[in-house]
């Protein structure tokens, strides 16, 4: 397997290679190691300054980004589009040209707009890093969510994994689909038929509308919020029905005949597509997503700059 990444930019992970997952997820095994020591910092990105611009709100992306920076020995500069000269005007890119002048080196940034961080990559000489397009990608939530199923089901390839809930919306899911396929598991997609776009079947993905048969089906539920923000129409009457029909709950998992592995990417809207009891069982691996996060996000930024040397 190559040591090196078949690309320069994380923008999705429909544009990478599933050599590039594994050596993300072996690059991330020893980071995981390394943030678990007393020190857990590392020298490798010292030299390397990271922009960080978040144009959406955002805690544990943002967060887990930072961290993974500072564990590297990076230097970063932090941009909140709220506080910002956006409000006044400026586009995306004078932004970043501004940014840019500033001599950095990275960019993680997290947009509204599906390809605003194509449209970087392919206007600024720096690794643009997408910690979420509008509905488009989230590569990085997949890239820790595959790995969090790999740790703790020993391999991906081969299971079979649900993704329930807000479909139509979730750059999570796109990004989960295109990894999980790519590393060999089976997918399915479950929500109401309002919430599930019709081209998910052409990704080679089974779409169901009946959550429990999906949690019989399944080794691994991935749920996901329904994201109202982006819902400009009603797809379902209300919250409480959305529940009453999707939402998993402890009894449903106390009826099935094998123990089944519950995740979940945050923000978790609990006693709407988990209940509680769900949410803070022994079956739910939430957390160790969360702690996954900054090993992979290390791995990322330390595969792309150690790329740059490497053609340099
Ligand atoms: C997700 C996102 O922002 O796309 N959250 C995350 O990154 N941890 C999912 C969500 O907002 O529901």
């Known amino acids: 397997m190559s040591k090196k990444l078949s690309t320069r930019h994380l923008i999705g ?3 990478i290679t599933a050599d590039d997952i594994r050596l993300i997820f072996e690059t991330a095994d020893n980071f995981k190691e390394v943030i678990n020591r007393p020190i857990k910092k590392v020298p490798s990105l010292r030299d390397i300054t990271v922009a960080n611009i978040f144009f ?3 805690t544990r992306t943002r967060i887990s980004f930072e961290l993974a920076e500072r564990r590297l020995s990076a230097d970063i500069v932090n941009f ?3 506080s910002s000269s956006v409000s006044k005007g400026e586009t995306l890119l004078d932004t970043v040209n501004n940014i840019l002048a500033m001599k950095v080196d990275m960019v993680v940034m997290r947009h509204p707009a599906p390809g605003a961080c194509v449209y970087l990559s392919q206007r600024i000489p720096a690794n643009v890093v997408n910690a979420g397009d509008g509905t488009h990608e989230h590569p990085t939530q997949a890239l820790l969510d595959a790995f969090s199923i790999r740790e703790k089901l020993a391999d991906v390839a081969g299971k079979n994994v649900a993704i329930i809930g807000d479909i139509l ?3 999570v899911a796109l990004s989960n689909v ?3 396929l790519k590393l060999g598991a089976k997918v399915r997609v479950c929500g109401p038929p309002t919430l599930i776009p019709h081209h998910y079947r052409e990704l080679g993905v089974e779409v ?3 959550v429990r048969d999906t949690l019989r089906w399944c080794d691994v539920a991935n749920v996901l919020r329904i994201q109202l923000e982006r819902q400009d129409i009603k797809y379902f009457p209300s919250l409480r029905e959305y529940h009453q029909y999707f939402g998993i709950t402890r009894q449903m998992l106390d009826e099935l005949d ?3 592995v519950i995740m979940h990417p945050g923000p978790i809207n609990r006693g709407v597509e988990l209940s509680s009891d769900v949410a803070d069982s022994p079956h739910s691996i939430i957390l160790q997503q969360v702690e996954n996060g900054v090993a992979i996000r290390m791995a990322v930024l330390y595969l792309l700059a150690a790329q740059e040397q490497l053609s340099a």
Do not use: P, T, V
């Open 13 to 15: 992970i429909k544009d």
């Open 56 to 58: 959406e709100s955002s």
């Open 80 to 82: 909140a589009a709220s």
């Open 169 to 171: 919306h979730s750059r």
């Open 178 to 180: 295109f990894c999980l």
């Open 208 to 210: 169901s509308y009946d």
């Open 258 to 260: 094998r123990e089944i």
